[in-house]
C-alpha cells in the first residue's frame, strides 16, 4: 500500500503528527485527487495524498488556473520529508508533513501558487459500516483457529513461528535476568545440575517437542517398512514422550532428535534397496498410484445428416444419415453411412488425416469436416448435429484426440474447471459430483465429455468452516472418484472463511512455475476477513494465470461499498510479476479469472422476481442484475468478459431445497430482506488476441445444504510453451526489432507536466523508457492529448527473433508523469497483428486502477529477419468458423470470450477497402445482413474483436461531475425507424460489450428549435438491446444523423425548455491532421466522403442528449455537482460517437451498419482528436478561455452576447449562473422562463421582469 499514513519519520516522530490532517487523503488515486480540486475550483486549493510510485512517499496536489500541479514529498534517509527539488537546488527538510504545509501557506516559497484553500477528506460514519453475513450468524464468523497447513505461507501471511521467536528471545531474557542468578546461588552451594536454566529450556523448547513427535509419528510407517531397526526405536520414543516431563523431557527430546537424524538420512537408501528387491521378486506389480492415467474414453458415436444443397438432394433423393465415431484412445475417426438393407459404408480416418473443423456461425448445429483424402488434396464435408452440445461435444473430442496423439512435447490448449460456492457455514454434502462434472442448470457439458478430465481445477468458496487440509483432501478424493487421477494441489490460500485451492493434473505439475499467493481484507474498516479476497497466481510454462476468489459486502443497497471492495481488492492483492506494480492486477497475466459471491443484487420488486423466475425468463432479470448495470457504467470489472447466464439465480434458498427461494429474515434491527439474486459469478479479463473459449456456464440443482448453489464454468484456455529457439540466439543481422513511427494519447488530467512512455515484457530482457513526448495540446482543462515522435520512442530488442515466440507475446505500455513517476494510464497490445515490413495500427484504451482513463494509439511493427519466420499451426487455430457464412447465433457464442478484449485487431488494416468489413475472421458480416431488419440484437453477435467506439473519434470529454441527466438518452419518439434502408451510408465502427448504444436520430428546423423532428416509427434499445448489443450505432452523414450512447440502459427524455446546443460554426471544416495519414491511400471512398458546409438549419443533433450541464456546442456547463453523476467516458461516447452534418434532415435514416476498424470514421474526423469538433469544456471554463478558438465559439448570437446583454441591464451578476445552467445563447435564452431563472439564481422579482421584459423586446428583431 503506498504511503499508508506514512512510515516512521524522524526521531519516531510520525510525519503525519499526533493526528492526520485533514487535509491529508489516505489511499486516494491520483485521478479522484484531481477530481476533488477541479470541484473546488478556486487557485490555491490543496491537498496531499499518498504517492502512487514511491512507497512512504507523498503527492502535494495543487490546483492553479484550473490546472493541477504535483510536487513529490519524499522521505530521506533520517526520515525526514522535503519536496523535491530540480537538480542543485537545496530542499527544506521537515521532520512532519504539517510543519511541510505550514511553510507552503506562506508566499513566495517555491510552488507555482502558494497554498490557501485546504480540501479535506470526507469522515465516514463508522457505524454504517457493519457487514453482517446473510447467512445464520449475527456476527461476522470468527477465523480458523489453526493456520493453513496444507501449504507453506504466502508472503502476506505472517507464519506461526513468528510469535513463538518472540516468546523464546522473552523466556531467554526472564532467565538472564532472574533466574540466572538462583541456578548460580545454587552451583556455589555444591549443585550439580541447573534446575531453572533446564525449566527455561523445556519450555523454550514445547513446540519443537510436540513438532518433533508430529514427525516420527509420520515417520513410523515408512521405517516400519523399510527400515525395522529404526521402527522399534521410534514406537518406543513415542510411547515414552506420552508420560515424560521434568528433567527427562529435555534429555528426551535430544534422543529424539538423534533418532531423526539418523531416519531421514538412512532411509531412502533402505527404501530404496528395498523397492529394487520388490522389483525383481515381481515385476509385473501395478504401478504407484499417481503414475496411473486416467480411465480410458470409450468410444463415442453421433448420429448426424450430411448437408446437402438442394441441387444434390434430387440425386440422393432425401438427406443421409451417417455415424460418426471417435475413437480417441486409437486415434481414428470413423464416418459410417447407413445404405439400403441394412447395410453400412464406412471410412476409417486417423488423426493426422483430418486436415480441420469449420464451425457454422448461423447454423450452431452444423459443423463442416476437411478431409486428406490423398498427397495435397482434399475433400469437405458438412454434418448437421442432433443439438449444438453435440457439436461442441464432437469438437472437443477430436482436439482431445489430436492432442493426445500429437507430437508437440507441449500442449497448446488446456482445459479449466472453475467452480465457486458460498458453503453457508456447514459441511459439504458427501457428494458433490454434480459440481465438478458441471450438471445442472444453464450451459452445461454433453454427457459425452463430462467424465473427461479437466488440465487445472479451480475451487473459491466462501463461509467455508472446513479446515484447509480436510478441505483440500475431500476435492482430491472426489476429483479422484471421477477421474480416477490424482490431482495435486499446487496453491491454497485462506482469509478466514474465503478459501481457494488449485489442483492440476499430475503430468503438469512440472510446468507449474512462480506460484504466489495473496489476500486482501475488505471487512469492516478493512481490517476484519469476514469479507475480502484471496488470490494464487502461478505461470503454466509461458503463458501466466491469475484466479481469484472474493467475498464482497452484503445487502441490497450496498452497491459503492462493493465497487469499493472491487477496486480496493484490484490495486492491493499482491500477485504475479513483481516488475508489472505498474499495473493493477487486471493486466499482469495473460488470463484472469475472478469468482466468487459477488453479492450484487436484483433491482426489481421480488414478486416480479419471483414471477419472471417461474417463467424462466431471465433476460428482463439481467437488465436489473446490479453487476450488469455497474459494468454498464465502467464502473467495476472494465473490459472483463462473463458468459451468457441461463441459469436461475442462485440465491438465496431454503436450504435443503431448490424449489423455494426465502427472501425474508428476521434481524435484531428487523426484517430483512434478500431477493433473489446471481450473487455466485465467474468473469474473466484476457489479453488481446490470445485463445479462450467458455464451453460451460451453470449451477447444480441437486446440492441443497446452503443457501447458495454451487456454480461452475469450464474453459478453452491457449497456452504457450518455454520457447527455445533452435537456432540459438540472434545475431545481429537476424535480430528481431520492435520499432514505434509514433504515438499519441488523450489522458484525463487537469495537469500539464510532461510524460513518457514505459514499455513491459517478457519477450525483453529489461523495461524500456522512451523519452518525454514532444508534442503536447488541450482542448478541454481536464483532458490533454501528448504525442510521442519516432525520434522520441526506443527501438525495442526481444531476446529471441522466432516469429512463433514473437507472435504468443504482449507489451504492456504505462504513461507516465515525469514530475511524480505516477501512472496516468495502462495498457496491453498483441504483437501477433504488427508482425511484417508496413508498421500497423494500434488502437486501445488506457486505463488506471480500475478505471478507463484515456486511450492510445500509434503506428508500430515487428520486424522479424526471413530466417526467423516459420512457424506452424496451433490446436485451438485447428478448429476455425465458416467464412462463407454471415449472421451470428443469439445470445453469446464462444466467441463472446473475447469479449474482454476491447482491442481494435490491426491485422484489419491491411486489408484492402474491399473487405473493411470482415475485421476479424469469426466475425465477418456482410452489408446485406446488417441492413436488414433484425427483430433482436443479444450478446456479441458482430465482430467481437472491434474495439467500442468511444476512441473512434475522440473529439472527447466532459469533466466527471456533471449530472446523470447531461448524458441522458433520447426519448423513444426521437428515434429514426432501424428498418429503413438507405444506399447512401458511410460505415462506421460499432461499439462492443460494455457499452450501450442508442439509434441514430435527426435534428431538423431552425437552429433555436427545441426538438428534433418526431414521428419515426422506433426500437427502443433497453428494451431489445444488451450491454453487448453492437448494431446501436451508425453514422449516415448525408442523412444528418448523429449517434450519441446512453447511460446505463434508461432512455431518459430531457424537459421540453430546453434547448440544444447550436452548431459549432467551425464543427465542419475540421481538417484532418494526423500522423497516420500513411494508411489514407488505402480508403478511397472514405477520402472522397466530404462533410458539407453548415447549414443554419441543421444545428448539432446532441441536444436531446445534454441537459442543463451538458457540453456540446459552445454551450454547456457542468450542473451542480453531485453525488448522481455520470462517468467522464460515458460523456465522453456521447460526445465521441457524433459526426456532423450539414444537410437538412431526411427521414427514413439508415440502419445500423458495421465494418470499419477503429479510428478510421469520416475523413473529415480523421484527426486525433479533431481539431475543432464538439466542444465539452465546462461551462466555467467558457468565458475565460476560448478553448475551440473563434471559428467555433457560439458565445454570440450578432454582435450581442449574454454577458454584454446583462451588462446593459446592470444585471451582469447573474452571468455565470446562466452559463452555469447552459443558458449562453441569447437566441435560446427568447425562450427561458421563469423557474429556469431561479434555478440559475435569479431569485429576485424585480429582476426575473426585467430580464423577461428584455428578451420579449428583442423577439421582434429576429
Not at 439 to 462: A, C, W
Not at 593 to 613: A, K, P, S, T, V
Request: hydrophobic residues 35%; proline residues 6%.
Amino acid at each position: 500500500m503506498a504511503g499508508g499514513g506514512g512510515g516512521g519519520g524522524g526521531g519516531g516522530v510520525s510525519p503525519l503528527g499526533p493526528a492526520p490532517p485533514m487535509w491529508y487523503h489516505r489511499d486516494l488515486s491520483r485521478a479522484a485527487a484531481e477530481e476533488l480540486l477541479a470541484r473546488a475550483g478556486r487557485d490555491g486549493s490543496f491537498l496531499v495524498r499518498d504517492s502512487e510510485s514511491v512507497n512512504g512517499a507523498y503527492a502535494l496536489c495543487v490546483l492553479f488556473q484550473k490546472h493541477v500541479h504535483t510536487y513529490r514529498v519524499l522521505p530521506d534517509d533520517e526520515g525526514f520529508l522535503a519536496v523535491q527539488t530540480s537538480q542543485g537546488v537545496q530542499p527544506k527538510r521537515f521532520k512532519t508533513l504539517p510543519e511541510l504545509v505550514s511553510l507552503y501557506l506562506q508566499p513566495s516559497q517555491g510552488l507555482v501558487t502558494t497554498l490557501l484553500y485546504t480540501v479535506d477528506r470526507e469522515e465516514t460514519a463508522v457505524s454504517d459500516d457493519r457487514d453482517y453475513s446473510d447467512g445464520e450468524d449475527e456476527k461476522p464468523p470468527l477465523p480458523p483457529r489453526s493456520a493453513s497447513t496444507s501449504t507453506p505461507p504466502g508472503p502476506d501471511t505472517p507464519t506461526e513461528s513468528t510469535p513463538a521467536a518472540n516468546g523464546l528471545s522473552t523466556i531467554s531474557h526472564e532467565y538472564l535476568k532472574g533466574s540466572y542468578a538462583l541456578d548460580l546461588e545454587a552451583v556455589k552451594q555444591g549443585a550439580s545440575s541447573l534446575p531453572h536454566l533446564n525449566k527455561t529450556l523445556v519450555s523454550s523448547c514445547k513446540r519443537l517437542n510436540g513438532e518433533v513427535d508430529k514427525v516420527l509419528s509420520g515417520l513410523e510407517i515408512l521405517s516400519k517398512v523399510f527400515d525395522q531397526q529404526s521402527a522399534f526405536m521410534v514406537s518406543k520414543m513415542i510411547q515414552q514422550s506420552v508420560n515424560q516431563g521434568g528433567d527427562q523431557e529435555l534429555e528426551n527430546l535430544v534422543t529424539k532428535l538423534a533418532i531423526l537424524k539418523d531416519l531421514l538420512s538412512s532411509i531412502e537408501k533402505k527404501a530404496l534397496k528395498a523397492l529394487q528387491d520388490m522389483s525383481l521378486s515381481s515385476p509385473c506389480s501395478l504401478p504407484p498410484l499417481s503414475m496411473r492415467h486416467s480411465k480410458a474414453i470409450p468410444v463415442q458415436a453421433f448420429e448426424v445428416k450430411l448437408d446437402v444443397y438442394l441441387a444434390e438432394l434430387t440425386k440422393i433423393g432425401k438427406s443421409q444419415k451417417y455415424t460418426l465415431s471417435v475413437d480417441v484412445e486409437g486415434g481414428r475417426l470413423v464416418v459410417m453411412k447407413k445404405v439400403k438393407d441394412s447395410q453400412e459404408d464406412w471410412t476409417t480416418f486417423t488423426h493426422d488425416k483430418i486436415r480441420q473443423l469449420i464451425k457454422s456461425q448461423r447454423v450452431q448445429n452444423k459443423l463442416g469436416i476437411v478431409f486428406e483424402k490423398e498427397k495435397d488434396k482434399s475433400q469437405r464435408k458438412d454434418f448437421i448435429f442432433a443439438s449444438a452440445k453435440k457439436r461442441e461435444a464432437f469438437c472437443q473430442l477430436l482436439q482431445l484426440m489430436k492432442n493426445k496423439h500429437s507430437n508437440q512435447d507441449e500442449p497448446d490448449m488446456i482445459s479449466i474447471f472453475i467452480g465457486t460456492w458460498n458453503m453457508g457455514s456447514v459441511p459439504a454434502p458427501k457428494s458433490q459430483a454434480s459440481w465438478v462434472l458441471c450438471r445442472g442448470l444453464g450451459k452445461t457439458l454433453d454427457e459425452m465429455t463430462v467424465t473427461i478430465p479437466h488440465d487445472l481445477y479451480v475451487f473459491g468458496s466462501q463461509e467455508n468452516s472446513v479446515c484447509d487440509r480436510e478441505w483440500v483432501e475431500s476435492l482430491r478424493a472426489l476429483l479422484k472418484e471421477q477421474t480416477e487421477l490424482d490431482y495435486k494441489p499446487i496453491a491454497v490460500q485462506t482469509l478466514w472463511n474465503i478459501k481457494i485451492a488449485v489442483l492440476v493434473k499430475p503430468e503438469h505439475e512440472n510446468r507449474i512455475s512462480h506460484v504466489g499467493m495473496s489476500s486482501v481484507k475488505t471487512g469492516i474498516a478493512n481490517t476484519l476477513g469476514n469479507k475480502g479476497a484471496v488470490g494464487v497466481s502461478f505461470m503454466f510454462n509461458g503463458t501466466s494465470f491469475g484466479f481469484v476468489n472474493c467475498h464482497l459486502t452484503s445487502g441490497n443497497e450496498k452497491i459503492a461499498r462493493r465497487n469499493q471492495n472491487y477496486l480496493d481488492i484490484l490495486r492491493l492483492l499482491s500477485l504475479g510479476d513483481k516488475q508489472l506494480s505498474s499495473f493493477d492486477i487486471s493486466l499482469r497475466f495473460t488470463h484472469l479469472f475472478w469468482l466468487g459471491d459477488l453479492n450484487y443484487r436484483l433491482d426489481m420488486d421480488i414478486q416480479e422476481i419471483l414471477n419472471y423466475i417461474n417463467r424462466k425468463e431471465f433476460e428482463p432479470l439481467l437488465k436489473v442484475d446490479q453487476l450488469n448495470l455497474e459494468r454498464e457504467k465502467n464502473k467495476v470489472f472494465l473490459r472483463f468478459g462473463e458468459e451468457e447466464i441461463s441459469f436461475p439465480p442462485t440465491y438465496r434458498y431454503e436450504r435443503g431445497s431448490r424449489d423455494t427461494y426465502v427472501w425474508q429474515k428476521q434481524k435484531a434491527t428487523g426484517m430483512r430482506t434478500n431477493v433473489p439474486s446471481w450473487c455466485d459469478r465467474i468473469l474473466w479479463k484476457s489479453y488481446p488476441e490470445t485463445h479462450i473459449v467458455c464451453n460451460s456456464y451453470g449451477c447444480t440443482d441437486d446440492i441443497v445444504t446452503s443457501d447458495h448453489s454451487p456454480v461452475f464454468g469450464t474453459f478453452e484456455v491457449g497456452v504457450t510453451s518455454q520457447f527455445v529457439s533452435k537456432k540459438g540466439l540472434p545475431k545481429s543481422s537476424e535480430q528481431a526489432y520492435i520499432e514505434f513511427e509514433s504515438i499519441e494519447a488523450i489522458v484525463k488530467t487537469a495537469s500539464r507536466t510532461k510524460f513518457f512512455i514505459e514499455f513491459y515484457s517478457t519477450c525483453l530482457e529489461e523495461f524500456k523508457k522512451s523519452y518525454e513526448n514532444d508534442s503536447q495540446s488541450s482542448d478541454n482543462v481536464n483532458f490533454l492529448r501528448v504525442g510521442w515522435s519516432n525520434k522520441q520512442l526506443t527501438t525495442l530488442k526481444p531476446l529471441l527473433s522466432e516469429v512463433e515466440y514473437l507472435q504468443d507475446q504482449h507489451l504492456l505500455l504505462t504513461v507516465k508523469s515525469l514530475d511524480g513517476y505516477e501512472s496516468y494510464g495502462e495498457c496491453v497490445l498483441a504483437l501477433k497483428s504488427m508482425i511484417g515490413s508496413t508498421p500497423q495500427q494500434f488502437h486501445t484504451y488506457l486505463s488506471h486502477r480500475g478505471e478507463e482513463t484515456g486511450n492510445i494509439r500509434g503506428l508500430m511493427r515487428v520486424r522479424v529477419p526471413s530466417e526467423r519466420m516459420g512457424t506452424r499451426e496451433r490446436l485451438y487455430e485447428w478448429i476455425s468458423v465458416d467464412k462463407d457464412e454471415t449472421g451470428a447465433p443469439k445470445g453469446k457464442s464462444t466467441l463472446a470470450s473475447r469479449v474482454g478484449h476491447e482491442y481494435i485487431k490491426p491485422s484489419a488494416v491491411r486489408k484492402q477497402l474491399g473487405e473493411l468489413g470482415k475485421v476479424s475472421e469469426e466475425g465477418e458480416r456482410s452489408i446485406k445482413e446488417e441492413t436488414a431488419a433484425r427483430p433482436k440484437q443479444e450478446g456479441t453477435d458482430g465482430d467481437p474483436s472491434v474495439c467500442k467506439n468511444s476512441y473512434n473519434n475522440p473529439a472527447y470529454y466532459i469533466l466527471e461531475g456533471v449530472p446523470n441527466q447531461s448524458a441522458a438518452a433520447l426519448s423513444a419518439e426521437l428515434l429514426p425507424s432501424p428498418t429503413s434502408s438507405n444506399p447512401q451510408v458511410t460505415k462506421a465502427p460499432i461499439p462492443s460489450a460494455g457499452a450501450r448504444t442508442k439509434p441514430p436520430f435527426v435534428a431538423s428546423g431552425p437552429s433555436h428549435t427545441r426538438r428534433p423532428t418526431t414521428g419515426h416509427p422506433v426500437r427502443a434499445i433497453s428494451e431489445e438491446g444488451s450491454s453487448e448489443d453492437d448494431g446501436g450505432a451508425c453514422v449516415a452523414a448525408a442523412q444528418g444523423v448523429n449517434v450519441g450512447t446512453t447511460v446505463g440502459s434508461t432512455l431518459n427524455r430531457p424537459p421540453p425548455d430546453f434547448p440544444p446546443p447550436p452548431l459549432p460554426k467551425g464543427a465542419v471544416e475540421m481538417v484532418a491532421e494526423t500522423p497516420f495519414s500513411i494508411h489514407r491511400a488505402l480508403y478511397p471512398d472514405l477520402a472522397e466522403v466530404r462533410i458539407p458546409a453548415a447549414s443554419p438549419a441543421a444545428p448539432l443533433a446532441l441536444g436531446e442528449g445534454f441537459r442543463r450541464g451538458g457540453g456540446g456546442g459552445g454551450g454547456g456547463g457542468s450542473g451542480a455537482l453531485d453525488d448522481q453523476s455520470c462517468s467522464v467516458l460515458q460523456m465522453a461516447k456521447t460526445l465521441s460517437e457524433s459526426e456532423f452534418s450539414g444537410h437538412p434532415p431526411r427521414a427514413p435514416s439508415a440502419p445500423p451498419l458495421r465494418g470499419h476498424p477503429m479510428g478510421l470514421n469520416l475523413d473529415a474526423c480523421r484527426t486525433f482528436p479533431p481539431r475543432n469538433a464538439i466542444t465539452e469544456s465546462i461551462a466555467e471554463d467558457m468565458p475565460e478561455e476560448a478553448l475551440w478558438g473563434s471559428s467555433s465559439s457560439s458565445l454570440s448570437v450578432g454582435e450581442s452576447s449574454v454577458a454584454e446583454w446583462l451588462q446593459r441591464l446592470g444585471l451582469e451578476r447573474y452571468e455565470k449562473g446562466l452559463l452555469h445552467n447552459g443558458w449562453d445563447d441569447l437566441e435560446f435564452l427568447s425562450d427561458i422562463t421563469e423557474e429556469d431563472l431561479e434555478e440559475a439564481g435569479v431569485l429576485d422579482p424585480a429582476h426575473k421582469m426585467i430580464l423577461l421584459e428584455s428578451l420579449r423586446q428583442q423577439q421582434p428583431l429576429k
